[in-house]
């Protein structure tokens, strides 16, 4: 009965992926090839992270053996090598293990946890091969750089994995290698987009930033490290501006023929590994379409009534066509509803005011658990992270650190921002946004489901997932799980924050066609505007952003929809198995346990137990 039912997941779990060409499992299950996967799999995810330090530093694996020399690797003490040898030697690492893998793990002996994660890791492997061999972002994208050296100087200041004046020592050792990492960049990168320019010396104001003032504050003038500091610093402060020199004045001005479109090609090939289910864009695309008029019909329904209140000397236009009275009269109740709204300088202040009556319905409810761990922290987005996180994001705690800080960034309005540019970005985040936001990002969203991943044993397999997180699965989850909150009253039912939320609904639909059609087909910045401001009511300043952001990423957008998609069918299914038994603590609990792998993984794992 057992070897049976293992067949069975085996078999469904070799559907439920769609990427890998492997063949099918076989019927037999074969313990030493398990106990071998745990070994191999553990060694490749560490060696993986010791030629990617400031990846080792957020996950928290911070002293590495070496097991030739056994000489001891303090990892958050290195900047990783960007070099040609080193990416070289990054490539070889992915081929090597690939077949390693293959050879003497394959997927036919490995039972349904373990295969999970084998396919998780093929993926991966796939997906950093295609970026080498063919997108080569590394080569035409400085903000590949600029971000590493950012998160690579930041990470140690947030997570207390050692006394301050250890972890110090190893941001300045960091600080001393900049200069290094930038000249070895700068003999490759070529052909580059401008927008990838300038939004690199955006960010690398960020690190010059980072390093002159909050670095340098956390060193005390009569401390041992400062005579270091002194000396380290205005090397690679240096070296920081002379790059963004470089960018402006040298690479930005020889010719260029690359764009940041992937083009159909490349896009389709980075869609199937990211997305990890069986759809294709042009399938997702037409869904997309299609719901979001569907969307538009339902939010007109909803403003109705709210327009018959605020604004009675109006008529209801029916003398317009259906797409013209849709857009006067919703527009007119979202802009009534955007004058609720923070001041510019409140954004941080009015999210972490919400999170307790967010974590109060939450209970309440009883929608999913909350764990013990009381370490989310809401702080300023770094500022070498704002040129592509224009509002705000989610740092988790790291996987082998989990009581380490959990942060969920909100992105401040500068002062040099003009207050119209300010006005319209609070109009879009208005006081019923702002608290869809903290429901995706933090709770029950992002926060929560990487508290429940942070617990998953053995700890090998949590750290495996962690880093190879499947998109849909995190995204769909923030995206589902806040309809969720919708459908069990949150807010009293406010039809404000219904109709906002159908709103962000429209917005994830655009995030999908923009993706799709900026990426893989022709869409024009006008078409894009258009489909955003007029189609989907966001504001200027909302769209303008997006706008950047669907040049600077690929294959990232269209993630929120897919995974939407696959996590509202599991729970239809889920639910009709279940019956009257349903319950939807237990099943929230089920699905955030088993950590994100993708979403007809985590289905099959859950109804063959």
């Known amino acids: 009965m057992k070897k049976t039912k293992i067949r069975t997941i085996a078999a469904a779990l070799a559907a439920a992926f769609s990427t890998s060409s492997t063949a099918a499992f076989a019927d037999t299950i074969k313990i030493p090839a398990a106990d071998n996967f745990a070994a191999l799999s553990d060694r490749f995810v560490k060696e993986m992270l ?123 050792s960091r600080v001393e290698q900049v200069p290094r990492l930038l000249s070895d960049i700068k003999a490759y990168l070529s052909n580059v987009d401008p927008i990838y320019i300038s939004t690199a010396v955006e960010e690398n104001d960020g690190n010059i930033d980072l390093i002159e003032n909050t670095i340098g504050k956390e060193i005390p003038k009569d401390s041992p490290l400062r005579e270091r ?95 013209e009275r849709e857009n006067l009269i919703v527009n007119e109740v979202l802009r009534k509803i955007s004058d609720d709204h923070c001041k510019r300088d409140q954004l941080q ?64 309005i500068e002062p040099s921002v003009s207050d119209a540019k300010a006005e319209s970005k609070l109009r879009e985040y208005n006081n019923f946004a702002l608290k869809w936001l903290t429901i995706h990002e933090a709770l029950p969203g992002h926060y929560v489901q990487f508290e429940h991943l942070n617990n998953i044993q053995p700890v090998r397999r949590r750290l ?29 039912n406010d039809p404000r924050f219904r109709l906002v939320m159908r709103k962000i609904r429209l917005r994830l639909l655009a995030n999908t066609i923009l993706d799709v059609k900026m990426q893989s087909q022709d869409m024009t910045d006008a078409q894009a505007m258009e489909l955003m401001t007029k189609e989907s009511f966001q504001t200027e300043a909302e769209a303008e952003g997006k706008l950047k952001r669907a040049k600077l990423s690929s294959a990232q957008l269209a993630t929120y929809y897919t995974g939407l998609r696959e996590w509202q069918a ?40």
């Open 50 to 172: 010791v030629l990617n330090p400031t990846t080792a530093s957020q996950a928290g694996y911070h002293k590495h053996s070496d097991a030739t020399t056994g000489k001891v690797i303090e990892l958050d003490a290195v900047l990783d090598d960007l070099s040609v040898a080193g990416i070289n030697k990054q490539k070889d690492f992915f081929r090597s293990w690939q077949k390693r893998f293959t050879a003497e793990t394959p997927l036919s002996d490995l039972g349904a946890q373990d295969a999970a994660d084998w396919r998780l890791i093929d993926d991966q492997i796939n997906l950093q091969l295609l970026d080498y061999d063919h997108i080569q972002n590394y080569r035409h994208n400085p903000t590949v750089a600029v971000e590493l050296i950012g998160t690579a100087l930041f990470q140690p200041l947030t997570e207390e994995y050692a006394p301050k004046e250890i972890r110090l020592g190893h941001i300045l």
């Open 229 to 323: 500091f002194e000396k380290v610093s205005p090397k690679a402060v240096a070296a920081l501006k002379d790059f963004s020199a470089w960018l402006k004045n040298d690479l930005a001005r020889r010719p260029h023929d690359r764009s940041w479109k992937l083009g159909k090609e490349l896009y389709d090939q980075k869609f199937r590994l990211v997305m990890e289910v069986k759809v294709t864009p042009e399938e997702l695309l037409r869904d997309a379409e299609t719901n979001l008029k569907a969307v538009r019909a339902e939010m007109l329904q909803l403003a109705l009534p709210m327009h018959k209140e605020w604004f009675p000397k109006d008529s209801d236009h029916k003398e317009l066509n259906d797409h």
């Open 349 to 412: 202040q009015t999210i972490e005011a919400d999170l307790e009556g967010i974590k109060k319905f939450i209970r309440d409810k009883q929608i999913v658990s909350l764990g013990d761990r009381d370490n989310l922290k809401v702080i300023p987005t770094p500022v070498f992270m704002r040129g592509v996180l224009s509002v705000a994001a989610f740092h988790s705690a790291p996987p082998l650190n989990p009581q380490a800080e959990a942060e969920y960034w909100v992105t401040p």
């Open 464 to 492: 495996l997932r962690s880093l190879f997180a499947n998109g849909p699965y995190v995204e769909g989850w923030a995206e589902y799980i806040a309809q969720v909150m919708m459908d069990q009253g949150y807010l009293d």
């Open 570 to 609: 599991f729970r239809k299914k889920y639910e009709a198995t279940a019956g009257s038994s349903f319950d939807m603590l237990k099943f929230h609990n089920a699905v955030l346990d088993e950590g994100p792998l993708p979403v007809p993984v985590v289905e099959t794992l859950l109804l063959t137990k």
